[in-house]
């Protein structure tokens, strides 16, 4: 007899509907699945049929066929274990007087030999799209994930064992409905910028990657600050939207870390050891799954001791720095995550760190620097739009008081900022200044008298690419934006300049 049921497949953190079709006949007893299934979904077999038997039903010898449809499309994930599950059910028909509500119902859901039902990841992507498609009959989960699937506002059932789902499959029983997770509890504070004392410069410069959501790099000496400057960062930044929310959480999701199946609302942080991967960095595997760049989606990526990484994973920035997304292609597919992140990264000015230093002498000579700062290649700081010098704190100002402004009247500047950066799009999108297109520069970022000027001289002094000019008129705007100025001023783009010391002082060291 055959038997049909629904699920969901996951590419990426898109979900899309896969048609579970059971078929057993009379023949030698054995078990297949086609419909192109990775390795987890094959193994199901064994998974399945302890879970039917210690579940108290009996399943005749025959010859069993499983397809996943559509067939063109590679399957993978645990989640099509409770839907197979059941189909055999229905094929072989133990279950009788199957509810005609329940013919059109989706299944998710990994079984446990014992026949619990046991949590998947990526419930609230597929749930999602689902819903995005128009859907609205019954959705069937893992009660480990009910307050997930409550996210999605589908009215999804809650299920623990295989015999409250078939029990619910044939009209003898009842499933709860997944009901929120209690509200979050507070994060742990990044700490607040007033705890930096000095380096106003490195202030200044991290208030206006906030305001515009640009990449930014701190070069200095150990004991500057650049990493309690970096984990400060996320206290200046403004809150994420419900849309940003929703995003960051689905990646979460993805990737099973999605903390007590709650909505995140915190912009996220993510500081990777330099030894990390190029995989795990970008995103990648037989079958691809999000890498740290797409963890800090809508957050910071920090990167800290910035040329100890690999060079293949710093040149793999590029992709994500210039078009905020990364493609992973495989020869049977190709998936894409969102990346839209700020990055902060931090790097010593030399091999032993005191190049430059007031009272400590440099140990390098002229190639070694040259060799540590050429880790760090061209096109991947032309990806950045500033460039900050930190110098040596002073004993007078480690023993002093704070008396910085403290990050809460720092991100009122910067939401006001990025109000006008709103109103200037005029579509309600938080579209920072960072991500502003060729077109929308010409448009809002004109340059006023004399700037053309100071541009030329500045792009034959330094170098500069045709992509720093675009990040310099992108940070000229963002520091109009942060002065209340309706337009670009001198001033802003001379402040603008400053942050791209790093495209001549990589060729002179």
Sequence with gaps: MLAKLNSLGLKGIEGYAVGVEVDIAPGLPSYSVVGLPDAAVKESKDRVVAAIRNSGFE??????????????????????????????????????????????????????????????????????????????????VPASNAAEAALAGLGALAASTLSEAAAWLAGKGSLPACAPGAAPEGTPSPGDMAEVKSQAFAKRALEIAAAGFHNIIMVGPPGSGKSMLAKRFSSILPPLTEEQSLETTKIYSV????????????????????????????????????GEVSLAHNGVLFLDEFPEFSRASIESLREPLES?????SRVRDTVSFPARFALVAAMNPCPCGYLGHASRQCSCNPLQVQKYRARVSGPVLDRIDLHV?????????????????????????????????????????????????????????????????????????????????????????????????????????????????????????
């Design 59 to 140: 399943l005749p010898s025959r010859r069993v066929t499983v397809n996943l449809a559509p067939a063109e499309i590679r399957k993978a994930g645990t989640h099509f274990d409770l839907p197979i599950a059941l189909g055999m059910l229905l094929a072989a028909e133990t279950l009788d007087g199957r509810d005609a509500g329940a013919a059109g119902a989706v299944f998710l859901g990994e079984l446990a030999l014992d026949g619990a039902i046991k949590p998947v990841v990526g419930v609230l992507p597929m749930l999602l799209s689902l819903k995005a498609s128009g859907y609205s009959g019954p959705v069937v």
């Design 324 to 328: 905020r997304r990364v493609t992973v």
């Design 255 to 290: 990737c099973g870390l999605l903390s007590r199946a709650r909505l995140i609302t915190e912009r996220p942080f993510r500081e990777p050891h330099h030894s990390i991967s190029d995989a795990a960095l970008i995103g990648g595997g037989s079958s691809p799954k999000p």
């Design 389 to 509: 010098q930190l110098s040596a704190l002073k004993y007078a100002d480690w023993s002093a008081l704070p008396s910085g402004e403290t990050s809460a009247s720092v991100r009122e500047r910067v939401i006001e900022a990025g109000r006008r950066q709103r109103a200037r799009f005029n579509d309600g999108r938080a579209v920072p200044n960072a991500l502003m297109n060729v077109r929308q520069i010409r448009e809002h970022c004109r340059l006023p008298s004399g700037a053309s000027e100071l541009l030329e001289k500045a792009m034959d002094r330094m170098g500069f690419s045709a992509r720093s000019l675009d990040k310099i008129m992108r940070v000229a705007r963002t520091i109009a934006d942060l002065a209340g100025a309706g337009d670009i001023g001198r001033e802003h783009v001379m402040e603008a300049v400053q942050y791209r010391s790093l495209d001549r002082a990589v060729e002179t060291v």
